[in-house]
């Protein structure tokens, strides 16, 4: 239990719809990162918030959009979904942007299914 | 960029160790990992070492470094059928956000 959580953990959307993920960090810290793990493949990072701004970002389109919110939990939106964008979505919260790997926490993951 | 290498696949007797193993890019990684993910889970910090250190044991869990050829193993002693799952070696990336690199996962079967 690592005290992340992330809702749904299993959707479908059709193509072209738009997808809200959330994540409750686990209590005191302020870094939230999200990350895509395609079926097969090893987690691929989006990018991450930091005190409710973003703090880096992989190699995403502008379509892969996010949110933090004052009490540091977080939104992964996804606009005009394409059947790519089916993975596993896993967020992961640590006490501030220069954590060590140590001390970030993983969720179980929002499966996205795009049909 | 980041380039995180495993084989796919590994099948070991249950008893016997494994070693699972990967190879990485950047030389400035203050930290390596292994995690492990169970089939539709979410990921398991299973240890991390220090790149200082060559290597770090922890009960059945044995990570070996070797900062000059860039190659991280992971040895587990004893294989139980509950270590069937996909392991994944990961590196932080030094420049921004300390974001993690992970390879594609070696998924280890345990054989009864």
């Known amino acids: 239990e690592t005290g992340v959580t992330q809702s749904p953990t299993h959707l479908i959307k059709t193509r072209g719809q738009q997808v809200t993920l959330r994540c409750s960090s686990q209590?005191?810290?302020?870094?939230v990162s999200w990350y895509q793990q395609a079926l097969g493949q090893g987690p691929q990072f989006i990018f991450q918030y930091y005190r409710e701004e973003e703090n880096g970002r992989g190699n995403f389109p502008p379509r892969f959009s996010g949110l933090q919110f004052p009490n540091y939990s977080s939104e992964l939106n996804v606009n005009a979904l394409e059947l790519d964008d089916s993975a596993l979505y896993l967020c992961a919260s640590s006490l501030d942007s220069r954590s060590a790997g140590n001390t970030i926490y993983f969720g179980e993951g929002s499966w996205l299914t795009v049909v | 960029g980041e380039d995180v290498e495993q084989s796919l696949f590994l099948s070991v007797r249950e008893g016997d160790s494994s070693v699972i193993n990967c190879t990485y890019t950047d030389s400035s990684s203050t930290y390596l990992y292994w995690y492990k993910q169970e089939p539709g889970a979410g990921l398991q910090l299973l240890t991390y070492?220090?790149?200082?250190?060559d290597m770090k044991q922890d009960q059945r869990l044995t990570v070996l470094l070797n900062k000059k050829d860039k190659h991280l193993s992971l040895r587990i002693a004893d294989t139980q059928t509950g270590d069937s799952a996909i392991y994944f070696c990961a590196e932080a990336d030094q420049t921004g956000a300390n974001n993690l690199f992970f390879g594609t996962g070696t998924r280890l079967t345990v054989i009864p």
């Open positions: 209590s005191g810290h302020n870094t």
């Open positions: 070492i220090f790149s200082n250190m």
